[in-house]
């Protein structure tokens, strides 16, 4: 059973929106700091958006800084990336990912523990 489970894809036109959602099965997200990563086929993943256990600190790929948004519901067990105003050069497969919490922040870069399958992000210039 994969630990991660990411939905909300789809295809849209640039300066549109859309939210992805990250659900966990086998655990409880509240615990651990959870990123958002995309990859285009030959290229490498990228990270996105990372966001604490507790939600307080979110960080940002620069790439995405003032248009995407990390969050997390602890009562629903998820997390969500809303993304606004999006442009051709976000369309790739999009993965979330989890890893204990340390620390004070939470960054999409190094080792992540559990990943889901993706949902592919096309949009449409």
């Known amino acids: 059973q994969v630990p991660l489970v990411e939905s909300g894809g789809g295809s849209v036109q640039a300066g549109g929106s859309l939210r992805l959602s990250c659900a966990a099965s086998?655990?409880?997200?509240?615990?651990?700091?959870v990123a958002w990563w995309r990859q285009i086929p030959g290229k490498e993943r990228e990270g996105v958006a990372g966001?604490?256990?507790?939600?307080?600190?979110?960080l940002y790929a620069d790439s995405v800084k003032g248009r995407f948004t990390i969050s997390r519901d602890s009562a629903k067990n998820m997390v969500y990336l809303q993304m606004n105003s999006m442009k051709f050069e976000d369309t790739a497969m999009y993965y979330c990912?989890?890893?204990?919490?340390?620390?004070?922040?939470?960054?999409?870069?190094?080792?992540?523990?559990?990943w889901g399958q993706g949902t592919q992000v096309t949009v449409s210039s």
């Open positions: 966001i604490t256990s507790d939600g307080g600190r979110a």
């Open positions: 990912a989890a890893r204990p919490q340390r620390g004070g922040y939470c960054d999409a870069a190094g080792w992540f523990d559990d």
């Open positions: 086998e655990y409880r997200l509240s615990n651990y700091c």
